[in-house]
């Protein structure tokens, strides 16, 4: 029988919701708070080693020798590993692009600094760190490619010599009469941006424990794993193990924000277990090596933009370039990040034809990887960018502006040029209540008082659509293959009427325990007391993917609600045994099955499970005694992609609108942001308090994107922000107190309304920071297209700027 599951909360079966929509105590806490809850780094096994990485000194050369005799013999040392050992007990690492994967230790060449050479287990990690001191290697340096563009050239050298080019993909997209709307467009805006690679920085690096079964050649491994199942199958995949070979146990970690691969360790992990006899080997990734070579680094890209407008300010065409400098390979899955931009491509707004220029180049740096917003986050920096110079060259107000483009809210679902359709929306709304909130016209007015002193005073709008709920159609132009990504939840009622949710992911810090036990605890009309959550391993859990692509408070909820509506059916059909009736004339509300009609005749729900655990003689033919169901949740009318990349792919459209003040002192290029307001519309906001804490984390990142992170290499492929002391973080003092409002469009597509809302502001923020600054810049007659926008690249502008001849 098909499961329904509701789209509104006023179709929960509760007269009253106690817990859904509100701020509640969050479940997880309490063992965090007390040091209870178990990460990676507290487990410890029987004979458990400990596991240290040679990581190799140089960007690009030749493996010509390597002696490990030494480090063998030092007392502790249990098992040594090397590219040998890797070519003969695994297969290249599975990479997007196809194709781009290596070993997780290389055999006869290296192609970045911080790339695994060797790993020893010994007995303590001083003592394997010792041992990698012992290892020698004979390297042939050759020489390094850095610059993405030097790397497309004819006669450069080459990362990867068996793919016999440093390309890894090239494609152009069009969608709609391009050409036609550029060449009748009353006017063309064009500009060229840089986005430096940045990346995720969680507070807990990535940590595994991996054990090989000598007997049965399976493989389990503990670790901060992101998406275990996930995870998983590339393990099988590398080891060559059939799938139920590989269990995954998910331990609670601090975060991932995508970048908590730990593909290499991991591989390098087992290989140490097979070649110790099967004892248990430990890896913790250290910061330096989280920021030298972990899942730390994303979005390395060159950007050129076009856009044709009409003369009344209706934007009708637009062109992306994008060179993306992926690394040394396609290990990270970093090329997802650039095939997303798909789902969101012209923003929020009407433009009916554009085109996507896209090419993939290999380097010898680290391999990109995905980082919180998956690749929007620079698309969108670039076309707000674009949208405040095509409003400055029409004379339009910048909000006015965007306001003449924004997709009306009675044309939803609307389908984008780039084929993902928007479930829902009221963009006037949103920018309407954030302008408000900013007090947009006095700050306008504060402006221009400040611009005659003298000062750079900048306002930023912008706005941005959060694709929510991937599925993985998003991700075939860069060759991922598969439609619908399933997440599941069992439900289960004791003797007692005490519930328990099994799922498949662990605790990684956005409260959805919490989340899942406010759903039940509503659904059944009990208290969330009552109710406990547990993570499974990959063997025992549904099948489930995990947080990701601000999708799992949506897809948990459709498997949570999915399985207790299949409870309820059963408990129907029970109770309606019991009470002697048909089940159609059994409702079930408030935590009772009632019969319609006769009030009175009702069984509590812990009364109908407790005749099924205890009373099994009672119930009726075919009805199995197990208050018990299970049901796998993936998105609806997702479809297959077309020869132009074309898709419905992500199920959910959030909008937000930012309005930021900020200053720009002259004599240091500092940055002051004064005034920070945002609206969002993300639809029914299952847990306000859960939506509050992701907007002002993905503020932060938003803010760290623009104004302070950034990997820098020399031209020898040698990273020079090694440490937090040269890869500069937000702090408390960077980013802004933030006035917030909302505006809610409930998904007609998902359970409960709600829209995905995890990657959040990050998406908007960076963008709406650079608005700013431009803005402030502006009476100068200059721009800043390059983020980070730190203090001494504003300071260069400026000075160019007041250095420059007066023109007459």
Not at 201 to 228: A, K, L, M
Request: aromatic share 6%.
């Amino acid at each position: 029988m098909a499961v329904k599951i509701p789209n509104n909360v006023d179709e929960l079966p509760t007269s009253a919701l106690r817990y859904v929509g509100r701020a509640v105590k969050r479940v997880e806490d309490p063992g965090l708070l007390t040091g209870r809850t178990e990460f990676i780094d507290d487990v410890s096994r029987t004979g458990m080693l400990h596991c240290a990485i040679l990581r190799s000194p140089i960007a690009h050369a030749r493996i010509t020798g390597m002696d490990v005799s030494e480090a063998a013999k030092l007392p502790g040392v249990v098992a040594i590993v090397t590219g040998e050992d890797a070519a003969r007990w695994s297969f290249p690492a599975a990479a997007v692009p196809e194709g781009w994967g290596t070993h997780c230790l290389p055999k006869d060449k290296v192609r970045f600094v911080g790339e695994p050479v060797a790993a020893v287990a010994a007995t303590s990690r001083a003592i394997a760190e010792d041992a990698l001191e012992l290892i020698a290697v004979d390297y042939e340096p050759l020489e390094p490619v850095m610059d993405p563009l030097r790397a497309m050239s004819q006669g450069s050298p080459l990362v990867l010599e068996e793919r016999g080019t440093n390309v890894m993909m090239q494609r152009l997209f069009t969608w709609g009469d391009v050409d036609a709307a550029f060449a009748t467009a009353d006017h063309v805006f064009s500009e060229k941006f840089r986005w430096n690679r940045l990346g995720a920085n969680p507070i807990e690096t990535y940590g595994c424990i991996s054990e090989w079964n000598p007997v049965d050649h399976g493989i389990v491994v503990r670790g901060g794993f992101q998406s275990p199942s996930h995870m998983a199958l590339g393990r099988a995949a590398s080891f060559g193990l059939p799938s139920n070979k590989v269990r995954m146990i998910a331990h609670p970690h601090g975060g991932s924000f995508g970048g908590k691969g730990g593909v290499r360790g991991t591989d390098i992990s087992i290989l140490l277990s097979r070649k110790a006899g099967g004892r248990p080997v430990k890896w913790i990734e250290d910061r330096m090596e989280y920021l030298v070579a972990g899942g730390s680094q994303a979005w390395d890209r060159h950007y050129e933009l076009s856009l044709a407008a009409r003369a009344d300010g209706l934007v009708t065409a637009l062109k992306v370039k994008l060179i993306d400098d992926l690394g040394a390979n396609g290990e990270g899955f970093g090329a997802i990040s650039a095939a997303k931009p798909l789902a969101a491509f012209t923003g929020p707004y009407t433009i009916g034809a554009a085109q996507y220029d896209l090419t993939l180049v290999a380097t010898n740096k680290a391999p990109a990887s995905p980082y919180r917003g998956m690749g929007p986050p620079p698309h969108n920096f670039a076309l707000e960018q674009m949208m405040d110079i095509a409003a400055k060259g029409l004379g339009i107000d910048a909000a006015e502006f965007r306001r003449r483009n924004f997709i009306p809210k009675d044309r939803f679902p609307y389908t984008i040029p780039s084929g993902n359709e928007y479930d829902s929306g009221d963009y006037q709304a949103v920018l309407d209540k954030a302008l408000a909130l900013a007090d947009y016209e006095t700050l306008r007015e504060e402006q221009a008082t400040a611009r005659q002193q003298g000062r750079l005073v900048g306002i930023g709008v912008a706005s941005a659509v959060e694709p929510g709920v991937f599925d993985w159609n998003a991700y075939a132009i860069v060759g991922v293959q598969g439609t619908g990504v399933p997440e599941g939840a069992t439900v289960s009622v004791d003797i007692l009427g005490k519930i328990s949710i099994r799922v498949g992911f662990a605790l990684e810090g956005q409260g959805q325990y919490t989340l899942i036990t406010q759903l039940v605890a509503d659904y059944f009309a009990v208290d969330m007391d009552d109710i406990t959550v547990t993570a499974l391993d990959t063997q025992s859990a549904p099948p489930h993917f995990g947080p990701g692509g601000s999708r799992l408070g949506v897809a948990i909820t459709g498997a949570v609600l999915g399985a207790c509506e299949r409870i309820r059916e059963k408990m129907c059909a029970v109770t309606a045994a019991l009470m002697q009736t048909a089940p159609e004339n059994i409702e079930f509300a408030d935590g009772n099955f009632i019969v319609k009609g006769m009030p009175g005749a009702e069984m509590p729900m812990a009364q109908v499970a407790g005749t099924m655990l205890g009373a099994s003689h009672l119930l009726p033919p075919g009805i199995d005694p197990r208050p018990e169901a299970t049901y796998v949740w993936t998105a609806a009318g997702r479809t297959p992609v077309d020869e132009e990349g074309r898709a419905k792919s992500y199920l959910t459209a959030a909008q937000a609108v930012h309005v930021v003040l900020l200053e720009i002192d002259r004599e240091t290029g500092m940055v002051e942001i004064k005034k920070y307001c945002l609206v969002d519309d993300c639809g029914t906001r299952l847990n306000p308090a859960t939506v509050e804490g992701q907007t002002e984390g993905s503020v932060a990142q938003g803010v760290g994107a623009a104004l302070l992170e950034e990997y820098v290499y020399d031209e020898d492929g040698q990273l020079l922000t090694s440490t937090y002391m040269d890869y500069l973080l937000p702090t408390i003092s960077d980013v802004p107190m933030t006035e917030k409002d909302e505006v809610v469009t409930p998904s007609p597509f998902t359970p409960l309304g709600a829209k995905g809302c995890g990657e959040g502001a990050i998406h908007t923020t960076p963008a709406a920071v650079m608005c700013a600054i431009n803005d402030a810049l502006a009476p100068l007659g200059v721009r800043a297209n390059e983020v980070p926008a730190t203090p001494v690249r504003l300071w260069k502008l400026i000075q160019a700027a007041e250095d420059a001849p007066a023109t007459v």
